[in-house]
């Protein structure tokens, strides 16, 4: 079985600021990583995936995140917010079965 | 390219009635496509896994007789919530991953209110 952890449920900052959105998993066999971002009363789109080779991984509108092995997490950074990017980001992971198991989900405030 | 659209996107309906929720991949096909359910600032649950050609698999706890799924074609899977009630109101979202391919891509949704 899979599980993910997003350690925090919210995380405010302000613009320009640094963020990073933890997110730990568990799972007896191989893993793929996902993060996603929701706006409001929409679906969800793909920030960045992890599958395989390079642990660092980038994606759409600056965000990058390193999978840890060792340590189970798969953290997303941006060096720099902005109030766009306020919004709600889930982590997800799946195996071969490309079932999606999600984490609670971190609602990201940027505020001016 | 990878789209995913959901048709209606927002719909309400009397408690007692049935109501229909479309899911197409534009510009891919995809063999599997998954049905999840959101409540508000909640995570996505996944209700079931919808099959080309087959039946679907539902998730404990999920009615199969209330939310029926069919996959008709590679491109289409719908959901229908028959006798809705009340307590069926929710975010209805679609995802499908193109064929042979580990990454999901997501409906825009379906906003369900039963009065």
């Known amino acids: 079985a899979q599980s993910v952890t997003q350690l925090d449920s919210q995380v405010p900052v302000f613009e320009e600021a640094p963020v990073e959105l933890r997110c730990n998993y568990s799972s007896s066999v191989s893993v793929y990583l996902f993060w996603y971002v929701q706006y409001p009363n929409q679906g969800l789109q793909l920030l960045l995936k992890y599958l395989s080779g390079s642990t660092l991984v980038k994606g759409i509108n600056g965000f990058e995140a390193e999978f840890n092995k060792s340590q189970t997490s798969f953290h997303l950074r941006k060096p720099s917010v902005h109030i766009s990017d306020t919004a709600e980001y889930f982590c997800a992971v799946t195996g071969s079965n490309y079932k999606l198991t999600f984490g609670k989900g971190t609602l990201l405030t940027v505020n001016p | 390219g990878a789209v995913v659209s959901q048709h209606p996107s927002w719909v309400i309906c009397k408690s007692g009635t049935s109501v229909k929720i479309e899911c197409r991949s534009l510009?891919?096909?995809?063999?599997?496509m998954f049905w999840y359910r959101q409540f508000p600032k909640q995570s996505l649950m996944l209700m079931a896994t919808?099959?080309?050609?087959?039946?679907?698999?539902?998730e404990q706890g999920v009615e199969k007789d209330k939310f029926l799924i069919n996959h008709a074609s590679l491109t289409l899977s719908t959901l229908t919530v028959t006798s809705a009630h009340p307590e069926d109101s929710s975010f209805y979202i679609c995802?499908?991953?193109?064929?042979?391919?580990?990454?999901?891509?997501f409906g825009p949704g379906t906003r369900l209110t039963v009065t």
């Open positions: 510009d891919f096909q995809a063999t599997t």
């Open positions: 995802s499908a991953p193109p064929t042979g391919k580990n990454e999901q891509y």
């Open positions: 919808s099959n080309e050609g087959s039946k679907a698999t539902y």
